[in-house]
């Protein structure tokens, strides 16, 4: 199994900056795929952005040019860069770790991190 551990939430005033980490650890899949996911009350989760373990990323159109996403195969961490933050980006972002070969599964999930941002 794999554990993922989050760190990084908390709350912030519009057009600020909040790194987000993810440090995975147990039997991580060597051929995988790494993502963020949000949840805000009310609505369903949606996919923020994904990292192959190859290193090809992708985003969702509402965060494309303001978050980056990236890893540290050495560490097993994956990080979230959010920059330019707006209320709109105000959920619980969720890590998900899964074998890019069996992409429709759930993964693995971690425990989610609060993310507020203030007008």
């Known amino acids: 199994q794999v554990q993922l551990v989050e760190s990084g939430g908390g709350l912030v005033q519009a057009g600020g900056s909040l790194r987000l980490s993810c440090a995975a650890s147990?039997?991580?899949?060597?051929?995988?795929?790494m993502g963020w996911y949000r949840q805000a009350p009310g609505k369903e989760r949606e996919l923020v952005a994904t990292i192959h373990s190859g290193g090809t990323t992708n985003y969702a159109a509402s965060v494309k040019g303001r978050f980056t996403v990236s890893r540290d195969n050495a560490k097993n961490t994956v990080y979230l860069q959010m920059n330019s933050l707006k209320p709109e980006d105000t959920a619980v972002y969720f890590c998900?770790?899964?074998?890019?070969?069996?992409?429709?599964?759930?993964?693995?999930w971690g425990q989610g991190t609060q993310v507020t941002v203030s007008s």
């Open positions: 147990g039997s991580i899949f060597s051929v995988n795929v």
């Open positions: 998900n770790h899964r074998n890019i070969r069996s992409w429709w599964t759930p993964g693995y």
